[in-house]
Each structure stands twice: as C-alpha cells, then as structure tokens.
C-alpha cells in the first residue's frame, strides 16, 4: 500500500540535507546527498507509519490515488 506526504528539505550548513515532514510528525532523516536523505526519509517514514497504525488499528494517512501531481526538479 503507497502513501504520499509531503517533505521539507532543506540544507545544512555544513552541507547535509535534512528532511522533515508536517504530515508525519517525528520524521526526520538527515544525508549527504538529496537523494541518500530521500531513501532515509522513506524507510523512517514506513517504520513511523507502521507503528502509529499498529496503535491505532487502522490507517492513518489515505492511499495514493490513480491519479496524483508530482513536482519533478530537473537541474539545468
């Protein structure tokens, strides 16, 4: 089952990228590139929602639709 919520990256000065999410709390994943701090953010996220549905015996966020937007970055 696939979940879609929303991610704030930023980077750091020291020149890691962080990754934080308001539509799961506690997510927060930090590597050295965007996309290391993607796949980290990904299985913290599975991990997170695992255990919150566990505790509340049902899903708490909606599956991804048929259909969806996807912000694509593409460097020049």
């Given at each position: 089952?696939?979940?879609?919520?929303?991610?704030?990256?930023?980077?750091?000065?020291?020149?890691?990228?962080?990754?934080?999410s308001?539509?799961?709390?506690?997510?927060?994943?930090?590597?050295?590139?965007?996309?290391?701090?993607?796949?980290?953010?990904?299985?913290?996220?599975?991990?997170?929602?695992?255990?919150?549905?566990?505790?509340?015996?049902?899903?708490?966020?909606?599956?991804?639709?048929?259909?969806?937007?996807?912000?694509?970055?593409?460097?020049?």
């Amino acid at each position: 089952m696939e979940r879609m919520i929303n991610l704030h990256i930023e980077k750091l000065p020291e020149g890691f990228y962080l990754a934080t999410s308001d539509d799961l709390p506690g997510l927060v994943a930090q590597g050295r590139t965007i996309q290391e701090t993607l796949e980290i953010a990904r299985d913290v996220g599975k991990k997170l929602l695992e255990a919150r549905e566990e505790r509340a015996g049902a899903p708490i966020l909606p599956v991804i639709a048929d259909k969806f937007d996807y912000p694509l970055v593409i460097s020049g």
